[in-house]
């Protein structure tokens, strides 16, 4: 318990420190042999019917509601194959399909192609997972997606980069909260920025303004003090949440230039040459 508190504390330092709109969501892998909490909601006992995975992401971050999903739960079959609950006898059904049914890419090649890189876990690696609003997780998180606005998404990817070091992430428009939010950021153990996908814009609400940046275990810490650290040196800080009113071209607050001491001294550097 005292574990678990760790982190809903974590959690809502994240919510206060961004402002957050929705709580960040927490995500558990829970293995084959490990036990679920008893408070997680089954999404089919919630909605009387499987859902996209995605959906029951809106209700935790909003509502607060905590799951447990499995292969029986979610509706969107792509992403049972893609968290290894199910597996096609024919894997070549699962392109068909996309180009029959939904023409996503141009034709059945673009299909594969555009998915070569996807993130999946292997068959039986786990039996479901996890997610709980993190400030009131009920398990311990193997990583948290947080829904934000550009400007929050830009602060979230200078802590993360403020020890050194960049990130790197995938697009191809599909899936992307459950195979970049959750499935590479497992993968990998990396922050990842996410730009959801048509159907988590679609069918859970994700709102047009919103992004995701989702973040590791091991990084949670790490993120959270780094927050607001990036541009301290500039004499008049513009950043913060919100942001101060942009305006056109330099100009001064309380007399001192609105800009990084490294532009004027490397101006002075290209004169030299």
């Given at each position: 318990?005292?574990?678990?508190?760790?982190?809903?504390e974590i959690g809502k330092a994240f919510v206060e420190k961004l402002k957050l709109s929705t709580y960040p969501v927490a995500v558990r892998l829970i293995k084959p042999n490990e036990n679920v909490p008893e408070s997680a909601f089954s999404p089919f006992d919630a909605?009387?019917?499987?859902?996209?995975?995605?959906?029951?992401?809106?209700?935790?971050?909003?509502?607060?509601?905590?799951?447990?999903?499995?292969?029986?739960?979610?509706?969107?079959?792509?992403?049972?194959?893609?968290?290894?609950?199910?597996?096609?006898?024919?894997?070549?059904?699962?392109?068909?399909?996309?180009?029959?049914?939904?023409?996503?890419?141009?034709?059945?090649?673009?299909?594969?192609?555009?998915?070569?890189?996807?993130?999946?876990?292997?068959?039986?690696e786990f039996k479901g997972f996890v997610i709980s609003p993190l400030n009131e997780t009920i398990s311990i998180p193997h990583l948290m997606m947080i829904y934000c606005s550009p400007l929050i998404l830009s602060h979230l990817i200078l802590a993360a980069t403020f020890?050194?070091?960049?990130?790197?992430?995938?697009?191809?428009?599909?899936?992307?909260?459950?195979?970049?939010?959750?499935?590479?950021?497992?993968?990998?153990?990396?922050?990842?920025?996410?730009?959801?996908?048509?159907?988590?814009?679609?069918?859970?609400?994700?709102?047009?303004?919103?992004?995701?940046?989702?973040?590791?275990?091991?990084?949670?810490?790490?993120?959270?003090?780094?927050?607001?650290?990036?541009?301290?040196?500039?004499?008049?800080?513009?950043?913060?949440?919100?942001?101060?009113?942009?305006?056109?071209?330099?100009?001064?607050?309380?007399?001192?230039?609105?800009?990084?001491?490294?532009?004027?001294?490397?101006?002075?550097?290209?004169?030299?040459?």
């Open positions: 318990m005292d574990e678990l508190k760790k982190y809903q909605f009387n019917s499987e859902v996209p995975a995605c959906l029951t992401y809106t209700w935790c971050r909003r509502a607060g509601l905590s799951f447990y999903l499995t292969k029986d739960d979610i509706a969107c079959k792509p992403i049972v194959i893609y968290f290894g609950l199910d597996e096609l006898s024919n894997p070549e059904d699962l392109y068909k399909a996309w180009t029959r049914k939904a023409m996503y890419k141009r034709d059945m090649a673009a299909e594969k192609s555009s998915r070569e890189s996807d993130a999946r876990f292997e068959l039986g020890n050194g070091g960049n990130i790197t992430s995938n697009f191809n428009g599909m899936e992307a909260s459950c195979k970049e939010g959750i499935i590479r950021t497992y993968k990998t153990n990396q922050c990842q920025v996410v730009s959801p996908g048509m159907g988590d814009r679609v069918m859970a609400g994700v709102q047009d303004h919103e992004m995701i940046f989702s973040i590791p275990e091991c990084e949670f810490e790490t993120v959270l003090e780094n927050l607001f650290k990036a541009g301290t040196k500039i004499p008049v800080t513009p950043f913060g949440i919100p942001h101060i009113v942009p305006t056109l071209g330099l100009k001064k607050l309380f007399g001192l230039p609105v800009e990084p001491d490294v532009w004027p001294t490397l101006r002075r550097k290209l004169k030299r040459k």
